[in-house]
């Protein structure tokens, strides 16, 4: 699987999100400064930092869950300030830890999930069978989540991220934990995903994961400390490896001058 190019007219377009100067402060420790960040619509963005960069801090604020203390941001064209309940209905999340119900069965968590998303009955009973039979779940569809292999579960969750057909589907370390096949085909669907329109945010601490974004950023202390696509910077920072690079922003290396 090689890293892929986001289409002309895709970047061209009115961006999935917007971020001006966006800041987080609880009193006097500031967790996110001046965040400046332009995404795609149907771009695969990494947001990439070590534990405590200010990672989900910011995701909080972009899905409209944590008010900002300063800047502005627009996540699938709504303000998060004053529409925080229409960016929600327009994203889907998956968090770090498995987010659906380990003593439901698999069926009951779509249909859950559905209803959390709006949708009717029947638009849940037709999305849910075309999801098991796109996953080869029909089998499993009354088995206990809590059953499933971890890999199972992690693909499971994504495409209930994604039952509403949002515009962008924020994914926290999606693949912790899963043996580096399950990983790939995961990545695999992500990229299917964004080939359809819809823009993959994701963190990882997987650095081989982010060489198969089209763009990532590396956050220090609360800040972007690196900006662009993983061969530029490798390049700009004449490193092998994204993991070089990160080592390098981690250490407290001063980035150097774009060539």
């Known amino acids: 699987m090689t890293p892929r190019t986001v289409r002309t007219e895709r970047a061209a377009a009115e961006p999935a999100i917007t971020a001006r100067a966006l800041t987080r402060r609880f009193g006097s420790f500031t967790a996110v400064e001046a965040l400046d960040l332009d995404v795609a619509r149907g771009e695969v963005f990494g947001f990439l930092g070590a534990n405590g960069a200010g990672k989900?801090?910011?995701?909080?604020?972009l899905t409209g869950l944590l008010a900002p203390s300063a800047g502005e941001a627009r996540v699938a064209g709504f303000?998060?300030?004053?529409?925080?309940?229409?960016?929600?209905?327009?994203?889907?999340?998956?968090?770090?830890?498995?987010?659906?119900?380990?003593?439901?069965?698999?069926?009951?968590?779509?249909?859950?999930?559905?209803?959390?998303?709006?949708?009717?009955?029947?638009?849940?009973?037709?999305?849910?069978?075309?999801?098991?039979?796109?996953?080869?779940?029909s089998a499993a569809a009354d088995a206990l989540v809590r059953a499933l292999p971890l890999g199972w579960k992690q693909k499971l969750a994504f495409s209930v991220a994604l039952l509403h057909d949002p515009a962008i589907v924020f994914l926290d370390e999606p693949t912790g934990g899963v043996d580096p096949v399950t990983r790939?085909?995961?990545?695999?669907?992500?990229?299917?995903?964004?080939?359809r329109g819809t823009t993959i945010?994701?963190?990882?601490?997987?650095?081989?994961?982010?060489?198969?974004?089209?763009r990532v950023s590396i956050m220090v202390d609360g800040r972007v400390a690196a900006l662009g696509t993983p061969a530029s910077l490798k390049q700009q920072?004449?490193?092998?490896?994204?993991?070089?690079?990160?080592?390098?922003?981690?250490?407290?290396?001063?980035a150097p001058a774009p060539a």
């Open 56 to 61: 989900t801090t910011a995701i909080r604020m």
């Open 79 to 137: 303000d998060i300030r004053t529409e925080a309940d229409r960016v929600r209905a327009h994203i889907g999340y998956m968090s770090q830890r498995f987010s659906l119900y380990d003593d439901l069965t698999v069926r009951e968590n779509i249909r859950l999930y559905g209803g959390v998303y709006g949708l009717d009955a029947a638009t849940i009973r037709t999305r849910g069978d075309a999801l098991l039979d796109e996953l080869e779940f």
């Open 184 to 195: 790939r085909q995961f990545w695999e669907r992500l990229y299917a995903t964004a080939a």
């Open 201 to 214: 945010f994701v963190t990882t601490h997987y650095l081989d994961e982010a060489e198969y974004c089209d």
């Open 237 to 254: 920072f004449g490193s092998g490896s994204l993991d070089d690079v990160f080592v390098q922003l981690a250490r407290g290396a001063p």
